[in-house]
């Protein structure tokens, strides 16, 4: 029986989201059983075209992939494209598809997967708007006993990216994040307070261009674009490659650290929709509090993680 950690990566490509794909697939304890896509950095047609791309560029094949909501639950549509770009992963030129699409639904993916699978062994790794989660915890509700956990990217305890308290993915689709927190079952919250630590250096590019492979360079050309849409657009030097710390998370937990609290998103706030209220108070963590969030990162070992996987799937 494999020890493998099973995951499934939720996910809206976007460029440290093909990061997290690749860290994903070439790290040796995960086994990533199904990807799923949710509109995000881009429209759906355009995240999940991007997935299918990148899971050729990273022989990505026994992998079901299926394409989830199109639009978050009760709010309208909003992109990244001054980050990503017109295509949600400008800068690459990415191969044809060598997989097919599943013909399920992507709520639907994640709920078969979850409920044919022994009880505690799957984590969801939700990299974009939470709204595919969302779905499917309210659809089939008996997947939150079911789930190992839950390790999402997004968020943050003191910072903020889309508005000055509030992050893309959770500001996006609120309802859906709160649906999200108040599932019970175990999430950890990797938000800004870290991800803006996984900083792209020269170093960190000179160590990837080493490799010498196709992918190192596939890699090198997300980053290039992604270092330069960082710093016109949030003075970033160095661009943060955010989504690929939660799938490290999940590989060692003792890269990220994490303090248990309360966590609940403001669905109503003119100013603070989207921020996700972390209640660090003295006292107030009952003894049952089931959310976490990020505080700390070893960036070493963070970029140890994914330049070896980039080795190893390339």
């Known amino acids: 029986m494999s020890n493998k950690k099973k995951i499934i990566l939720d996910c809206d490509p976007g460029h440290d989201d093909a990061v997290a794909l690749i860290l994903a697939h070439g790290n040796p304890t995960i086994d990533l059983v199904a990807i799923t896509t949710i509109g995000g950095n881009a ?48 800068g690459v030129d990415l191969p044809e598809p060598e997989v ?36 499917a915890v309210r659809k089939e509700p008996a997947i939150a006993e079911r789930v190992k956990e839950v390790v999402l990217m ?22 859906a994040a709160q649906i999200v927190f108040d599932a019970p079952w ?26 010498g492979t196709p992918l190192s360079e596939f ?9 330069k849409a960082y ?3 949030q003075g970033f030097d160095h661009p943060p490659v955010h989504d690929p710390v939660a799938v490290a998370r999940v590989i060692d937990p003792s890269i990220v650290g994490t303090v248990r609290a ?24 009952p003894e049952n509090c089931h959310t976490q969030a990020a505080q700390t990162l070893d ?15 390339g």
Not at 192 to 211: F, G, K, W, Y
Not at 299 to 313: H, N
């Open 231 to 233: 710093k016109d657009n």
């Open 186 to 211: 175990e999430v950890t919250m990797v938000g800004l307070d870290v991800t803006h630590q996984a900083l792209a250096t020269e170093e960190i590019s000179a160590r990837i261009q080493n490799i």
């Open 100 to 135: 097919e699409l599943d013909l399920r639904h992507g709520v639907d993916l994640i709920i078969d997967t979850i409920m044919g699978s022994e009880p505690g062994s799957i984590t969801l790794v939700p990299t974009g708007p939470l709204t595919n989660i969302a779905m």
């Open 262 to 285: 309360p966590i609940s998103v403001e669905c109503q706030g003119s100013s603070t929709l989207g921020m996700t209220v972390v209640d660090l108070r003295p006292g107030c963590t």
């Open 219 to 227: 890699v090198l050309g997300l980053l290039s674009f992604f270092r």
């Open 43 to 90: 429209f759906l047609g355009k995240v999940t075209k991007n997935a299918l791309g990148i899971m050729a560029k990273a022989g990505i094949k026994d992998v079901p992939i299926a394409a989830g909501c199109t639009r978050p639950l009760l709010r309208e549509v909003e992109e990244a494209g001054d980050v990503h770009g017109e295509t949600g992963l400008d």
């Open 154 to 175: 997004g968020g943050g305890i003191h910072e903020g990216n889309w508005s000055a308290v509030a992050e893309f993915n959770i500001k996006t689709d609120p309802e």
């Open 299 to 313: 960036t070493e070992r963070f970029w140890d993680l994914v330049i070896d996987a980039i080795q190893r799937a």
